[in-house]
């Protein structure tokens, strides 16, 4: 237990009632599911409100599953371990989650990551309104207090004085000290952290610390092979099996130019963007050169080579 654990604990009991109760009562038992589902799936304010209302998915979100991912997903769930999903851009990371947090049936709270984001804007801080001060829950908090899945997107953009907050609440103590609001939020049962990292962006500067990722269970991301991504991107973006395919192949032989040239290869994300202007009745050369050839590379030589692929095909 750090200093400030430690404080917040002892004034907690000398207080007593001085300080906010916790979101429940009992300590957390990470390896309990089956308690844990036994609990009410929505956290309810004082006022009746369900203060995750705005995070729950509602409809299904497509999710072509790839390997064992969704059931390896589930049994982290159900021990709620803290998870972190590996890729490169535009390979599913992201839908991922969202679909796992649908099928769970728990609420999803997104947060962006950037270097100029600060431990407050993870935790909250107090807000001066017409009645002086008021705490605002940041979405960690949130999630921690009420029981959200927190999805944490390309972490290793915040700076790492911003990453130790996540700390204490992805170990078995699974709290969140608000050292502000001199308040500890032991986690919601249902409360699970999800990061994001892209391995190739990463650099000395930009990597997790061993003590962040040796809390992590992580699954890598890749994009998938043929016919699954072919299946995708056709679902996705309205276009039929065969233009899907072809737009798959220009990919793949990007992706062998990562490295030679390229430093990302084009994703299933610009796939889908190429197939939906193909399917919205723009010629498939101006399409793939659009979405898939010019966002990528300025280097004329290479938009040559890629151009060529791109014709090879259309
Ligand atoms: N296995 C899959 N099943 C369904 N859709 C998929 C799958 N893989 C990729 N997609 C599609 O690819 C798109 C891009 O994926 P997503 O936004 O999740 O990428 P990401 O890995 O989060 O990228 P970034 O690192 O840039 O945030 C999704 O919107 C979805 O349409
Ligand atoms: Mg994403």
Redesign the pocket.
């Known amino acids: 237990m750090n200093t400030l654990t430690r404080r917040l604990y002892a004034a907690r009991a000398q207080q007593g009632s001085a300080l906010p109760a916790p979101a429940r009562a009992a300590a957390p038992n990470p390896t309990a599911p089956a308690a844990a589902s036994a609990r009410p799936a929505a956290s309810v304010a004082a006022d009746g409100s369900d203060p995750l209302a705005a995070y729950r998915i509602a409809r299904e979100p ?5 390997a064992d991912e969704v059931a390896l997903y589930e049994a982290a769930y159900a021990v709620r371990m803290p998870m972190m ?1 590996k ?10 989650v969202e679909y796992m947090a649908w099928k769970l049936g728990k609420p999803l709270i997104t947060v962006a990551c950037h270097e100029d984001m600060t431990a407050s804007d993870l935790v909250g801080r107090f807000l001066l309104d017409a009645n002086g001060t008021r705490w605002q829950d940041g979405p960690l908090a949130l999630a921690a207090r009420h029981g959200a899945i927190c999805y944490l ?2 972490v290793v953009e915040a700076r790492q004085d911003t990453t130790v907050v996540i700390h204490p609440l992805t170990d078995k103590r699974r709290m969140l000290p608000l050292e502000k609001k001199g308040e500890v939020i032991e986690a919601h049962p249902d409360f699970q952290l999800v990061i ?1 990292f ?1 391995p190739g962006y990463q650099s000395l500067m930009k990597d997790l610390k061993q003590s962040t990722k040796q809390r992590f269970g992580a699954l890598d ?1 890749d994009y ?1 092979e043929h016919e ?1 991504e072919a299946e ?1 991107v056709a ?2 973006s309205g276009v039929d099996r065969d233009t899907a395919s072809k737009l798959v192949h220009i990919a793949e032989r990007a992706r062998n130019l990562k490295g030679h040239g390229l430093d990302e290869g084009i ?3 610009m796939l ?1 963007h190429a197939g939906s202007l193909i399917a919205q009745g723009v010629p498939a050369l101006s399409a793939c050169r659009m979405a898939l050839v010019r966002p990528i590379t300025d280097d004329a030589d290479m938009r040559d080579a890629l151009d060529a692929a791109v014709t090879t095909y259309f």
């Open positions: 497509y999710w072509r599953a790839v999903l890729g490169p851009t535009g390979c599913g990371k992201t839908r991922f997107d390309e994001s892209n991301f998938p699954v995708i679902h996705e994703s299933t994300r889908i």
